[in-house]
């Protein structure tokens, strides 16, 4: 009997008794499932209506981009979709910069120098392992290596750009130590997993048979970016209005990024773990604080940035001030997070001998990476959108504009209507950075997001 | 390798809640101290002043020569195993297990062989290149333990490293202990709340209460002569019966008298309760489970009572009585002492009778709570 197949979930085997019972479905279960059914129909209409209202404006605005300046003229036009496909706007927006030709040679010349890096690494790794050389020296070399690598990425891209060998000098130079810094860097990290001895263990199991060559990639790509950073330095490109006010946005936005989150973590981490007179009046206060509006703050902003010279041509660095001067109050989230990995694992490795900068580095960083990168998106995200605080820091200074006062100038101007599709496109080339970094991170987001919520 | 010494030690928390009073202990180079004790009893607090990870209150800490009541956890040359493992999660076994050998800049080829070293000693080499939580339980266990004892510490401090097994990989993981240590000949401390591991592995034994230090003695003396009323009970399972009894002294020999019988005091009771000129009266009797014998015949001299549970615990019964006042007390009686139809009478109700011999009783003030035999 017990071997008889159960051919559906209606009937029971009773083993015992050694009968089969056919125990009938109630009706009740069954119009429960309809129900189920069209309050699913329900939700899943509504959320499609919702979604197709939420993402009118932006296929708008995509489309718009697209409608020529020049053939199709007009801010609003009784027709969604342009007559005519064309790309004119967004050639407008590079007008007058050297941005494609410039790119074209930075890369070749990146590619080239990162090519001939990773082959150096490689080779010289692999010599060096089965030389059985010590760290330090290993360290060295590879560093001195990439260092020869960027003298001559420098003195080639002069070369390119077609300035004399004595401009081309001092930033070679100059990327030498960089380069010799960034490469003992590399190199540390390239080296200190110590795969050699690990694989000598007999249980040893690679988790990653490409781990090597992933790690010679990573190194590869970092010095790409690192040859890009040096073509600035060699030649810098001719921008246009567009690629100026992009280029002031990004790096406002990177240098928020990274020191937003560095103090944002540090003083999450202090007040999650470290216990000190006053920190529940901090915490308190801090969140009464931050229920005022920013805005609040924006004369007094002004006149204290006015004193430093921060405004107008200096509204670049006068935002990043701005922008990073309150980010330790945005402690909650991440102190929540914080508060979720176990105090005995800092303990542990103190008694190991870590000091309380190492704990936070080596242990608490690794585990909290989902809360870092939903720092680092939220510290980016937020001047990358800014209008108000830019608007008024950069106040009739084209120079020290962002991407948002831009456009919006451009169309605040009496030809407003025609510039309303190249202020498309150029919106549409703002979303692109943001929508990648969030495709890539959003995973991590989420956890960030739930992680520092459920016990926080 | 240390001796330790603690001098008045007294940890106050914020609004004067007071965990460890006055604690003063010397500590042997080489020796295995188990801090046993109820929870909330201060044991796991003097560990962590120990270590460095809470501050002292009061009074100094020696580890060697050195005081080191202000010395970061990093400098005082110590290892701790946690009750909850607390392995990096993001690294693989060997690095944990490297960790604080890397962090001392040590030669890779000395890391090595040092972790290979503990490695193999807890038989956890297949594992290395795991990470912590594909391990099991016990796996884990070792892995704390592996990551401590490659540092070669001065002191190897234990916090509870058992109480997050299972019964049966704790025992194993007991007598693995005890090997260890004969390997790593090193000063430990280790903290339980289960007596029988503080029986079965410390050299000496502080029991705790309250955050008092209630009795310091090797397993033997705390067992045969508890100082007090709390340590008898804490001491043995299941736990010694206490008994109303009164104290009569005829001539300069004792003698106590409870439920109806009379039980004559040795010559060397009898000698300690002349000493501390013990007056008769009341007194608390204690008189360990398996110290009971069973009478079925209702034999003059024997204390009546009626039988409640009856555990089965395969070698031994362990049978609840209540006396003719209800106080209730446990024997734990061998089996193998008993006959079937003995056995089978002992059902819920029935009549039994019990003695114990003179030579094996405690006796306490019922004030204080203290030994009269200490």
Known sequence: MADKKIPEVDIIVDEKAGVIKEVEQPKKLRSKKGHERRVNGTIYTVLTIMSIVWLVPFVFLVLQSFRSYKLEKGGMVDYLIPKTFSLDNYAFLFEGSNFFSWCGKAMLLAAAVALAATLLTHFLGRSLDRADASRGKTTLTLGAAMAVCYAALAIAAGAVHGQALGQRLVPALLGLVLFTAAGVIFARIYLKQDDKLLRSLPGYVAEDKHEGAKKVATLAAELWALALLCQCIVAPMQASQYIRWYGNTLTIALFTAVIQTVIVLSVSYALSRLRFRGRKLIMNTVLVLGLFPGFLTMITLYFLLKQMGLTQAGAVPGLILIYCASSGMGYYISKGFFDTIPKSLDESARIDGATRFQVFLKIIMPLAKPIVIYTVLMAFMAPWGDYVFASYVAFGHQEGYNVAVGLYNWVNTNDFQNYFTRFCAGGVLVAVPITALFMALQKYYVEGVTGGAVKG | ?374
């Open chain 2, 1 to 374: 390798m240390a001796s330790l010494k603690l001098e008045h030690v007294k940890k106050v928390y914020d609004k004067n809640v007071v965990a460890v009073h006055d604690f003063n202990l010397e500590i042997k180079d080489k020796e295995f101290i188990v801090f046993v004790g109820p929870s909330g009893c201060g044991k796991s607090t003097t560990l962590r002043m120990i270590a460095g990870l809470e501050d002292i209150s009061e009074g100094t800490l020696t580890i060697g020569n050195r005081v080191v009541n202000d010395v970061e956890p990093k400098d005082r040359d110590i290892a701790m195993v946690f009750q909850n493992y607390a392995l990096y999660p993001h690294i693989t076994v060997y690095e944990n297990m490297a960790f604080s050998l890397r962090l001392r800049k040590m030669d890779n080829e000395e890391v090595h062989r040092r972790v290979c070293e503990a490695a193999e000693i807890l038989g956890i080499t297949q594992y290395l290149a795991r990470k912590p939580k594909a391990l099991s339980g016990g796996q884990r266990q070792r892995v704390a333990i592996g990551r401590a004892i490659v540092r070669e510490p001065q002191v190897f401090l234990m916090d509870e490293p058992l109480s997050n097994l299972d019964a049966k990989l704790r025992n194993q993981m007991r007598a693995e202990i005890i090997l260890l240590r004969k390997r790593i000949d090193t000063t430990f401390i280790y903290v339980t709340h289960d007596q029988t591991e503080a029986m079965t592995l410390g050299d000496r034994i502080v029991i705790m209460k309250d955050g008092y230090i209630q009795q310091v003695g090797t397993p033997q003396e705390v067992f045969e002569t508890p100082k007090n009323l709390f340590v008898a009970g804490f001491i043995g399972s299941p736990q010694m019966n206490f008994l109303k009894a009164k104290l009569v002294k005829n001539s300069d020999r004792y003698a106590a008298e409870l439920y109806g019988i009379r039980v004559e005091l040795d010559e060397k009771r009898s000698a300690k309760l002349r000493a501390k000129n013990a007056q008769p009266g009341q007194v608390i009797l204690g008189v360990r489970p398996e110290h009971a014998q069973l009478r079925f015949d209702g034999a003059a001299n024997a204390i009546e009572g009626t039988l409640r549970v009856n555990e089965m615990m395969g070698s031994e019964l362990h049978l609840h009585v209540d006396l003719n006042d209800d106080t209730r007390v446990i024997l734990r009686i061998p089996t193998l002492d008993l006959t079937e139809e003995q056995r089978a009478g002992l059902t819920y109700g029935s009549k039994l009778w019990f003695t114990f011999p003179e030579k094996v009783t405690h006796l306490f003030d019922p004030e204080t709570e203290e030994s009269l035999l200490f």
